[in-house]
Nanobody, 124 residues
């Protein structure tokens, strides 16, 4: 049984940093792509960052230069380092495991796995 659990969310002032973690069990992340999505109130879920099983990463334009995605195969975890947080980064952040790439873009699939989400709030 596959389980995906996010952690590391919280409340920070604008300009602050947080590091989100995505831990998986029942699936080897070194063989599957992993993505971070976020959903703000009243908005659609959007792709923030993804990392392939081989370690290739992509970041949304809105977070380039501020966020970084990385993986630790030994721990079977993926991380999202978020720096210089802005109020518009406020959202629930979700980890998705096992989607696929088409034309270089990550897509979650019906067979992919989601975590429960972790709240990130950047507010003064």
């Amino acid at each position: 049984q596959v389980q995906v659990v996010e952690s590391g969310g919280g409340s920070v002032q604008p300009g602050g940093s947080l590091r989100l973690s995505c831990a998986a069990s029942g699936i080897d992340l070194s063989y599957y792509p992993v993505a971070w999505y976020r959903q703000a109130p009243g908005k659609q879920r959007e792709l923030v960052a993804d990392i392939s099983g081989g370690g290739t990463t992509n970041l949304a334009i809105s977070v380039k230069g501020r966020f970084a995605i990385s993986g630790d195969n030994a721990k079977n975890m993926v991380f999202l380092q978020m720096n210089s947080l802005k109020p518009e980064d406020t959202a629930v952040y979700y980890c998705n495991v096992g989607g696929h790439y088409q034309y270089g873009k990550y897509f979650n699939t019906a067979g992919s796995y989601w975590g429960q989400g972790t709240q990130v709030t950047a507010s003064s």
